[in-house]
């Protein structure tokens, strides 16, 4: 069974940073091209970052582009986002997702950018 766990979610200033990290488990993670999305109250999902299954290429949102970074270790399951001069725009639920023969999602994680 597919399961995704996100983590590292909570409360920063602006200006600040945050790692968000997803647990894959159930299938091999090498083998699935992987995403970030998310979605602000009231607004609809929007696509952060996505990272082929190698790791080899990395493509971001043009808003996010220079201060967020997607990462992956297959050998440890793992995802990563890591978020950088945020503003409070960017607060969000953050959910990750792996395209493998269907689309599998992640219960989200909340950021919240503010002072």
């Known amino acids: 069974q597919v399961q995704l766990v996100e983590s590292g979610g909570g409360l920063v200033q602006p200006g600040g940073s945050l790692t968000l990290s997803c647990a894959a488990s159930?299938?091999?993670?090498?083998?699935?091209?992987m995403s970030w999305v998310r979605q602000a109250p009231g607004k609809r999902l929007e696509w952060v970052s996505d990272?082929?299954?190698?790791?080899?290429?990395?493509y971001y949102a043009n808003s996010m582009r220079g201060r967020f970074s997607i990462s992956r270790d297959n050998a440890k399951n793992t995802l990563y986002l890591q978020m950088g001069s945020l503003k409070p725009e960017d607060t969000a639920v953050y959910y990750c997702?792996?395209?493998?023969?269907?689309?599998?999602w992640g219960q989200g994680t909340q950021v919240t950018v503010s002072s």
């Open positions: 990272i082929t299954s190698l790791g080899t290429r990395r």
């Open positions: 997702s792996a395209w493998l023969s269907s689309q599998y």
């Open positions: 159930g299938f091999t993670l090498s083998s699935a091209d």
